[in-house]
């Protein structure tokens, strides 16, 4: 019998996951492994906002896809494009073209790029934090605005220096505020000329409330915190355009601002669109075993699983637990079809989220149990130690935070990321029958 040929594409949480399970049912004679992903590592994206406000250095939560994976073949490049009926990816390396490589069981675990709206400006101007490179550029970008705030003699050129703008208020763009925020603050002593009143962080959302994930009785713990630490919430307003040195919002205002964060959703990346398959806001359409046509599966925030726990009948929500748990799924059905062990579906009660807000502050609903404060603290750092995938991560996450704990985190702007690396990925139009 010929080998078959198991492509995974994306080695985020779902394309690790499904990878490491392979290995561990596939009996070497079976099948040639393969792992293609644009990045040699798995980000643990929860933590973006604690390498954002330089609490933990980047490769803290960087997880090299080698940890785990001794025979699967990884292949640091972009996939360009699928074949389905030639069964060939078009792959595409730094030094150029590789292939085509074929396959006859395929995964697609692309996860999801920041989502953009038709904003002026939004491509140009606002800041991501969807990877590590955007996280780091982001820490430094805040840092230098307060550099530059505190060297203008031009009073509106501070103003737009020290006025911060996040656009998005669920559990990204609130733990990002929140924890930049507590950053600027004591930051603050190494410029003598800034007073902590001459810093404005504004949280923007068109929703009535922040953290809609988290439900109301947290939502308004985490806005009672926001408050505290005199930040501002601008709740049933967008922003409608931005600019190189002002934000204008919905409800008619225009701040001077010169940063602008950008965290209102994700959606698939291009090469998800293009495949003019059917989706459903974008993600993949799947069955229940993640499967999305004869030989190909996907899982993650690539695809679209009808969530049988939902009240409102939508999909699984874009999620790591999610993206964790199918690609372990998608592991077994693939080995499944090569005759290792019985095709399962996806069903998956949610786990609960956590929000660090900084400080001593978090909020946290594990197994439906709404959490606040130092206790909710303890569960997220907790959480997150046990989720992360790699035990020499754990070990230097943990050492980092307690390093924090006895001795204020290292504050300098590196200059290793331009803001070219650093830009939003644009969405491209693409087709795909809508379910
Ligand atoms: C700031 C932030 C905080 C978050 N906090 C939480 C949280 O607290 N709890 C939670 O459950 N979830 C959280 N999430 C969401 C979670 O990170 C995602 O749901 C999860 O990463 C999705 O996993 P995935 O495997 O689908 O995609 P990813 O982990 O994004 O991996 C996709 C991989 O595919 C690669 N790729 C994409 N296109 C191609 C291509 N064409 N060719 C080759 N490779 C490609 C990418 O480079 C990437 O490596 C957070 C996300 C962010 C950004």
């Known amino acids: 019998m010929p080998r078959s040929s198991v492509v995974v594409v994306g080695g985020g949480f779902a394309g690790f996951f499904a990878s490491s399970v392979l290995e561990r049912l596939l009996p070497p004679e079976a099948a040639d492994l393969t792992l293609i992903s644009a990045t040699d590592h798995l980000c643990y994206s929860p933590l973006l906002p604690e390498v954002a406000s330089g609490r933990l250095d980047p490769r803290r939560i960087a997880v090299p896809l080698h940890t785990r994976l001794r025979r699967t073949r990884i292949v640091q490049a972009r996939v360009e494009d699928v074949d389905f009926d030639q069964r060939t990816l078009e792959v595409v390396a730094d030094h150029g073209p590789i292939g085509p490589v074929s396959w006859d069981r395929l995964a697609l675990t692309t996860g999801s790029i920041t989502r953009t709206l038709p904003t002026p400006g939004v491509d140009t101007y606002a800041l991501g934090l969807k990877t590590l490179v955007e996280a780091q550029y982001l820490h430094d970008h805040v840092l230098r605005q307060l550099e530059l705030a505190d060297s203008t003699p031009d009073p509106i050129e501070r103003r737009a220096r020290l006025t911060f703008v996040v656009v998005g208020a669920g559990y990204t763009g609130t733990e990002t505020a929140a924890q930049l925020q507590r950053m600027t603050m004591t930051q603050l002593d190494r410029f003598p000329r800034l007073r902590p009143d001459d810093l404005r962080w504004l949280l923007v959302d068109l929703a009535p409330a922040i953290l809609p994930e988290l439900g109301t009785r947290l939502g308004r713990a985490a806005m009672r915190v926001i408050r505290e630490r ?206």
């Open 230 to 435: 005199g930040m501002e919430t601008r709740l049933g307003t967008t922003v409608t355009a931005i600019d190189h040195h002002s934000v204008t919002l919905s409800d008619g205002d225009t701040l001077a601002a010169c940063t602008v964060v950008w965290t209102v959703g994700v959606t698939p990346p291009p090469l998800i669109r293009q495949l003019a398959l059917p989706v459903h806001r974008g993600r993949l359409v799947v069955d229940e075993q993640l499967r999305l046509r004869d030989g190909v599966w996907a899982a993650g925030d690539s695809a679209a699983a009808r969530d049988p726990f939902s009240q409102t009948d939508a999909d699984y929500p874009p999620t790591a637990q999610h993206a964790q748990r199918q690609g372990v799924i998608i592991g077994r059905n693939i080995a499944a079809s090569l005759g290792y062990g019985r095709p399962r579906r996806y069903r998956h009660g949610d786990l609960g989220l956590v929000a660090d807000l900084g400080g001593v502050s978090a909020v946290a609903r594990p197994l439906g149990l709404p959490l606040t404060g130092p206790v909710a603290k303890v569960v997220t750092k907790g959480y997150h130690l046990y989720a992360l995938p790699s035990g020499a991560n754990r070990i230097r996450v943990a050492n980092d935070w307690i390093t924090n704990l006895v001795s204020r985190p290292i504050a300098a702007q590196l200059g290793l990321v331009d803001r070219q690396a650093a830009q939003l990925v644009r969405e491209q139009g693409g087709s795909g029958a809508v379910r």
